[in-house]
C-alpha cells in the first residue's frame, strides 16, 4: 500500500483532482425532518403554557386565603413544585428537540472545524462550551437555544417559592339579628306644635325637628347616626317627606312682581323664603301663580315685629296635588331679577345603606322613589319655611354647598333632614 500511495504521489495531482471532480458531482439530499419531530416539539410547548396557565391560576386561587395548618401549606407548595417541574420539562424537551434539528441542519450546510463540532455537541451541558467564538459566528440561533435550555431550570426554582404565608389580622365578620331602627309617624306632635283648642291647628315644628334642622343646615351634611357595632352594615327601607325643585320662568307673574319689587322698593329684594296663599279679591285671579304672588306681596310687606306670624306651609287652595315653598335667589348683578326657585313635597320611598368603619358613618341613598305628593292636611310632617331679608348692599355668598347648584342643594338638604332622623331616639 505504501508504494501505491508513493506512485500515486509521483503519477502527479491526477487522483486528487479526479476526488474533488466526484465530490463536488454529488448532490446534498434535502434537509427532511419526520412529521413526528415537529409534531412534539409544538405539542411540548402548548402543553408548557397550559401548565404555566394552571400554576398561575393555582396560586391565584391561594392568594388571601387563610391558612389554616402547616399541613395545607406543604401540598400547596408540593402541587406548584410538581406544575413548576412540568412547565420546565416540556418547554426543555421542546427546546432540546428544536437544538437537535438545528444541529444537524447546521452541520450538513456549512463548515465548521472539529473545534467547534465539540462545542455545539457539548454546548447544552458544558457552560464553557459558550467561550468557543466560531459557535457565536457559525450558528448564533444555536446558542440562544441553548441559553433558553439552560435558564429554564430556574422556572422550577423561583415560581414555587412565590407562595408563602404572611401573619395577618383576621377579619370577624358575622351577621347579628337585631330589629332596625324605623322613624315613628304614629304621633304628630313628634313632629309639630299644635295650637291649643280653639286655635287653628298646625303652628310651627317641635323644638326637636327644630333642633335636627338647624344642625343639619348648619354642617351640611347628615347628623351623626349611633352605629349599633363600630363596624358594621345595614340597609333600611322607609318613607319620608322629601323635595322635589324647579326654576320659575322668567314670564311667570311672580318675576314680573319681583321686578317690580326691584325698580319701586326701596330696600331691593335679595333673600326671600314664602309660600302660596289664596285670596279672593286678587284682581290677578285665582291660579298657582296668583297664590304663589299673594304670598310673596305678603312676605315682602311683613315687618320685623310680624315677621315670626307669617304662614310657614302651604294652605292654598291651588296646591290641591302637593305643597309648595318658593325661595328667591339674588343674581350676581344687583339690577337683573332675582332667580326664583319652586319646591314640592313628597312622599317618598327611600331604600339607604347604613355603613360604619371604626364608628365613621357612610351613608348611601340606593334608590329614592317620589311617590304622591304631600298637602297641608295630610298627616305627614309640615314643611317649615324660614325666610329671610336682607338690605340692599348685602353681597351674596356662594350660592352653592359645595359643587352643587340651588335646587340641588334645597333637594339634598331635605334629605339629609329625612335620614338624620335616625340619629336621635325621639323620632324612632
Known sequence: MAASLRSDSESGSSPSHGLKSSSSSRRMPPFKAHWATPSLMIGSVFLGLLLAVGHHLFYSSKNGQ???SSDQQVWNLRVGTGLAFLVKASLTAAASMAY????????????ISLNGIDAVFSVVNNLYAFTTVEIWLRSPALVCI???IWLLPFVAIVTP???????SQQLNESTVRMPLPVIAYASPKTFAQYANSGGSGYQAPSNAISRLIAGVTSQGSISQITAPFSNCSYTVEFYGPSFSCGDV???SLISAQLSTNLVTAADPLTYAGFVPRTTYDNPDGQGKEADAVFGLNVTLNASASNANFLPNYDKSDSSKDHA?????????DPTVTSKVVECGLFNTSYVVDFTFQNGLQDITVRKKTRLNGVVYNTKEMNTLLDFTRSMFGDKPENLSIGNMTMI?????????ITISLFSNSYFL
Do not use: C, G
Request: charged share 15%; aromatic share 6%.
Open 100 to 111: 437537535t434539528q438545528l444541529l444537524w441542519h447546521t452541520l450538513r450546510s456549512q463548515e
Open 324 to 332: 309648595r315653598i318658593y325661595v328667591i335667589v339674588p343674581a350676581l
Open 161 to 167: 417559592s412565590a407562595l408563602t404565608v404572611q401573619s
Open 249 to 251: 320662568s322668567k314670564d
Open 66 to 68: 387563610i391558612v389554616t
Open 146 to 148: 441553548a441559553f433558553m
Open 408 to 416: 340641588e342643594a334645597l333637594e339634598q338638604t331635605v334629605t339629609n
